[in-house]
């Protein structure tokens, strides 16, 4: 079985700074691992994953998250944060054998002009 | 190109009743998952169909149950409705069973019972 831990609840960021949304997880065996957002009043929609290779992933919108196997940790950052990047992130896990994911609890990034 | 498409978008039930919500998956993908997301928590996994079958399931009890349809759609079924079952109901949908590629998610069916 898997879990995941999204240490922050909440996230206030001023616009242009940059932000980090932290994420660790529990398995015991090998891991894919996402990032979703969602904003009001939608479903969940994928910002990046990482499956194997290079343990820093990237979005087309400027996200990045990097694999820490050693540390357990799934870390999502963005340089400079827009107020339309406002919404509620969501990390998750899933075993390489499955689909069914594990999710956290979730962080709301509230970002503030 | 449509998405993944759920309906109705809101109901409200009352409690001991029965209800099913309905699931369209994205064009080209033959696997439906299911997720139970109650306020201010992540979403939970409760079942998924592939080949019209059970393949895998969460932690909920037998009251939910499911169905998929020949042409992939499908639907979630709960029967004697708690004030617990309140939540977003979410539909996912991927091309194969395993891991990796990503699900894409409906808007969900908000249910709320009174």
Known sequence: AQSVTQLDSQVPVFEEAPVELR???????????????????????????????????????????EFNKSQTSFHLRKPSVHISDTAEYFCAVSDTGRRALTFGSGTRLQVQP | DAGVTQSPTHLIKTRGQQVTLRCSPKSGHDTVSWYQQALGQGPQFIFQYYEEEERQRGNFPDRFSGHQFPNYSSELNVNALLLGDSALYLCASSLGQRGGSPLHFGNGTRLTVT
């Open chain 1, 23 to 65: 994420c660790n997880y529990s398995s015991s065996v090998s891991v894919y691992l996402f990032w979703y957002v969602q904003y009001p009043n939608q479903g969940l929609q994928l910002l990046l994953k990482y499956l194997s290779g290079s343990t820093l992933v990237e979005s087309i919108n400027g996200f990045e998250a």
